[in-house]
């Protein structure tokens, strides 16, 4: 198995513009997590689902983050408009059931100029 | 709701030392805990787990911890550390929610 798999590594973008960040979880996986992480708030959990259905998003900082799993294979998290204390590395996790065996992707570095 | 404290932002230590990194959780309810390991440019790798059972957890690696319901820790421990050891350490707990919390993480430096 691959993996977590999180693309792009790395983004660097300008202000204003928008910024979809993917993630392809392990196959046969049934939670997708999405966290951010940054030196001042640490690893913060924005928004799960279990089953392509958004779990829990209060997380999410604000309306100009969202998140979409159209299916079991298959997340987004978008910002539009960014902006630049937005810049973090987000982390995609998954896992199977309720063994909590969490596994993590390498991450997508954004930075926001 | 679960949080977690861990006390020590950074950890010194020289190789072949024993090391502790402490962990205390807050929770009003049954908890799962965790270690999970950051090398630099990297995601998370889980370390050990407590979900039930024993108590003390170990890893392939050398690390154990210790589950202590009435001191509410869980803290990490190593015998002898290694060069190969220096990473970020988090903590973390998931209680009857799907969510699991991190701590802030311990900075493992361990020189030759």
């Known amino acids: 198995d691959a993996g977590v798999i999180q693309s792009p590594r790395h983004e660097v973008t300008e202000m204003g513009q928008e910024v979809t960040l993917r993630c392809k979880p392990i196959s046969g996986h049934d939670y997708l997590f999405w966290y951010r992480q940054t030196m001042m708030r640490g690893l913060e959990l924005l928004i799960y689902f279990n089953n392509n259905v958004p779990i829990d998003d209060s997380g999410m900082p604000e309306d100009r983050f969202s998140a979409k799993m159209p299916n079991a294979s298959f997340s987004t998290l978008k910002i539009q408009p960014s902006e630049p204390r937005d810049s973090a590395v987000y982390f995609c996790a998954s896992r199977m059931g309720r063994n909590y065996g969490y596994t993590f992707g390498s991450g997508t570095r954004l930075t926001v100029v | 709701a679960q949080s977690v404290t861990q006390l020590d932002s950074q950890v010194p230590v020289f190789e072949e030392a024993p090391v502790e990194l402490r962990c205390n959780y807050s929770s009003s309810v049954s908890v799962y805990l965790f270690w999970y390991v950051q090398y630099p440019n990297q995601g998370l790798q889980l370390l050990l787990k407590?979900?039930?059972?024993?108590?003390l957890v170990e890893s392939i690696n050398g690390f154990e911890a210790e589950f202590n319901k009435s001191q509410t820790s869980f803290h990490l421990r190593k015998p002898s550390v290694h060069i190969s050891d220096t990473a970020e350490y988090f903590c973390?707990?998931?209680?009857?929610?799907?969510?699991?919390?991190f701590g802030t993480g311990t900075r493992l430096q361990v020189f030759p």
């Open positions: 973390a707990v998931a209680g009857r929610t799907d969510k699991l919390i």
């Open positions: 407590y979900l039930s059972g024993s108590t």
